[in-house]
């Protein structure tokens, strides 16, 4: 069984929730403030070979900066990168982090063949992410062994604002003055239905990092052309 890690306290303990179609909802009965994203199939704290381990979850990127106008035209940058790598609009799933950035998801169902655990998932996503690199992308949440979590969909922030989904058309509108009023309040957006429209164009980027990380090629720099 693969599974995924939730805290219900600021810095409380990680616990371990199983990774079902109903997680999210599960998640949220047992009062998670946070959650892991990727899902494991072995206990990081018991494994002695951290290679051994299997993820499985979305593709992710979280762009921070100081400067918020950066952190908007970055994520803008990288929408616009997605997109030329086949991601339907309807694949790109936006959040305002509530602090000063952004959340960008692709579900796996638009690149990956199947939905079986791959090791060194976090590995490969981060290559992914040096090659679509943009300013104020953070690396360090691709770490591996349980992972980095993220707030749910409306989770509430210790400071009083919310990471809330956005849609694509408020992304490109967007300035630091509705992104202080957007974070304010949950926001009733729903994510599409789900679609059989997939990016052929991601998943040969994913391929292509696999064998990165693989082959111990890892690329040491950040703004990499996509065709390297």
């Given at each position: 069984?693969?599974?995924?890690?939730?805290?219900?306290?600021?810095?409380?303990?990680?616990?371990?929730?199983?990774?079902?179609?109903?997680?999210?909802?599960?998640?949220?009965?047992?009062?998670?403030?946070?959650?892991?994203i990727?899902?494991?199939?072995?206990?990081?704290?018991?494994?002695?070979?951290?290679?051994?381990?299997?993820?499985?979850?979305?593709?992710?990127?979280?762009?921070?900066?100081?400067?918020?106008?950066?952190?908007i035209?970055?994520?803008?940058?990288?929408?616009?990168?997605?997109?030329?790598?086949?991601?339907?609009?309807?694949?790109?799933?936006?959040?305002?982090?509530?602090?000063?950035?952004?959340?960008?998801?692709?579900?796996?169902?638009?690149?990956?063949?199947?939905?079986?655990?791959?090791?060194?998932?976090?590995?490969?996503?981060?290559?992914?992410?040096?090659?679509?690199?943009?300013?104020?992308?953070?690396?360090?949440?691709?770490?591996?062994?349980?992972?980095?979590?993220?707030?749910?969909?409306?989770?509430?922030?210790?400071?009083?604002?919310?990471?809330?989904?956005?849609?694509?058309?408020?992304?490109f509108?967007?300035?630091?003055?509705?992104?202080?009023?957007?974070?304010?309040?949950?926001?009733?957006?729903?994510?599409?239905?789900?679609?059989?429209?997939?990016?052929?164009?991601?998943?040969?980027?994913?391929?292509?990092?696999?064998?990165?990380?693989?082959n111990?090629?890892?690329?040491?720099?950040?703004?990499?052309?996509?065709?390297?």
């Amino acid at each position: 069984m693969n599974y995924r890690y939730i805290q219900t306290e600021e810095k409380g303990k990680w616990i371990p929730l199983a990774a079902t179609k109903d997680f999210d909802q599960e998640a949220l009965k047992k009062g998670a403030i946070r959650a892991t994203i990727l899902a494991v199939n072995k206990d990081p704290d018991h494994t002695e070979d951290p290679d051994d381990i299997g993820y499985i979850g979305p593709l992710y990127f979280d762009i921070d900066s100081a400067n918020l106008t950066v952190a908007i035209q970055s994520t803008q940058d990288l929408i616009q990168k997605l997109r030329e790598l086949d991601v339907p609009d309807v694949g790109l799933e936006i959040y305002c982090s509530g602090s000063k950035g952004f959340h960008v998801i692709v579900q796996p169902t638009k690149f990956l063949p199947s939905s079986r655990v791959i090791k060194r998932l976090p590995n490969i996503y981060m290559e992914m992410a040096r090659d679509l690199y943009v300013l104020g992308l953070d690396f360090h949440v691709y770490s591996g062994g349980k992972g980095r979590m993220f707030r749910p969909v409306n989770g509430l922030r210790p400071d009083g604002r919310y990471r809330v989904r956005i849609t694509l058309d408020e992304l490109f509108a967007m300035t630091p003055e509705i992104y202080a009023a957007t974070v304010t309040a949950p926001r009733d957006l729903q994510l599409p239905g789900p679609n059989g429209s997939t990016a052929p164009a991601l998943q040969m980027l994913f391929e292509k990092a696999r064998k990165r990380v693989q082959n111990k090629q890892i690329l040491r720099g950040t703004a990499l052309p996509i065709d390297q």
